[in-house]
Nanobody
Framework: QVQLVESGGGLVQTGGSLRLSCVAS????????VGWYRQTPGKQRELVAG???????NYADSVKGRFTISRDSAKNTVYLQMNSLIPEDTAVYYC??????????????WGQGTQVTVSS
């Protein structure tokens, strides 16, 4: 199983920064990629940033240059540093992991989400 626990959300003013953390507990799976996603009411969950097992990263166009995804493998933690926040970044942010079991089945795991609110 893969368990993901997010933290670090909160209320911040426009132009401010937050750092989200996603701690993974993993057994009998190998994580391929970890992504930060966000969702607002009535909209689909969208990928914000992702990091692959080899270290390659990708970002949504809307956050390029402002957000940075990174990881600390020793702590099984993936971070999302969010700078220059704008009200449009307000959403529930989820950590998601694409993982492969020892039997070569793939599953997507999700954390519980953390609210980020950017005030104008």
């Amino acid at each position: 199983q893969v368990q993901l626990v997010e933290s670090g959300g909160g209320l911040v003013q426009t132009g401010g920064s937050l750092r989200l953390s996603c701690v993974a507990s993993v057994s009998h799976f190998k994580i391929n990629t970890v992504g930060w996603y966000r969702q607002t009411p009535g909209k689909q969950r969208e990928l914000v940033a992702g990091i692959a097992s080899g270290g390659a990263t990708n970002y949504a166009d809307s956050v390029k240059g402002r957000f940075t995804i990174s990881r600390d493998s020793a702590k099984n933690t993936v971070y999302l540093q969010m700078n220059s926040l704008i009200p449009e970044d307000t959403a529930v942010y989820y950590c998601g992991a694409d993982a492969e079991s020892y039997y070569y089945t793939r599953e997507q795991f999700w954390g519980q989400g953390t609210q980020v609110t950017v005030s104008s």
